[in-house]
């Protein structure tokens, strides 16, 4: 069975410091997604990892994926308040976008 | 831009009758999810589908049961209600193969069982 460990479940930070989330899953899988989630919202995609090694950014967040180690990273470089929210990742264990395992979720929490 | 339509944003059922939650996307994607999110749990998986008229179960099926009688509609189905049902449901796209897949969420269906 497939498990996604994700951690810290919440993280408090302040306005430009800089921090990682981390995921962890227990099978071989390729494919890696992370998921923002506002209050009440649904999830919005933030970035699809295909291939080890894979590293994509988008403004102040920075995703990677090693296979390898099977874990992936979201790294938050001088967090601003914006990005307060949940952040989920996701394992595709069937490598067709056809079924994901989630982690329980960060809840990331930017203060002035 | 892929959409996927909630017909229900927020429900209050009571316990043991028969809710329908219904999901339309509008971008003939194969695959449809339906998923429940609970604070610290995560999202969990109770039923997908490949196809018209096929479904397979997720990790927590019990209790529900799906139909998908057309590709752009898939429904989840409280057959009785309970109250360890009251949760945020979400339902899901997607298009198999290619490069770059995503999995496109719907706006999700609050339900409180009472």
């Known amino acids: 069975e497939l498990k996604v460990e994700q951690n810290p479940l919440f993280l408090s930070m302040q306005e430009g410091k800089n921090y990682t989330i981390y995921c962890n899953y227990s099978t071989t899988s390729d494919r890696l997604y992370w998921y923002r989630q506002d209050p009440g919202k649904s999830l919005e995609s933030l970035f699809v990892l295909l291939s080890n090694g894979a590293v994509k950014q988008e403004g102040r967040l920075m995703a990677s994926l090693d296979t390898k180690a099977r874990l992936s990273t979201l790294h938050i470089t001088a967090a601003v308040h914006d990005l307060s929210a949940t952040y989920f990742c996701a394992v595709d264990s069937h490598g067709t976008a056809s079924k994901l395992t989630f982690g329980t979720g960060t809840r990331l929490q930017v203060t002035l | 831009d892929v959409k996927v339509t909630q017909s229900s944003r927020y429900l209050v059922k009571r316990t043991g009758e028969k809710v329908f939650l219904e999901c339309v996307q509008d971008m003939d994607h194969e695959n449809m999810f339906w998923y429940r999110q609970d604070p610290g749990l995560g999202l969990r998986l109770i039923y997908f589908?490949?196809?018209?008229?096929?479904?397979e179960k997720g990790d927590i099926p019990e209790g529900y049961s799906v139909s998908r009688e057309k590709k752009e509609r898939f429904s989840l189905i409280l057959e009785s209600a309970s109250t360890n049902q009251t949760s945020m449901y979400l339902c899901a796209s997607s298009f198999t193969g290619g490069f770059g897949d995503t999995i496109y969420f719907g706006e999700g269906s609050w339900l409180t069982v009472v």
């Open positions: 589908s490949y196809d018209v008229k096929m479904k």
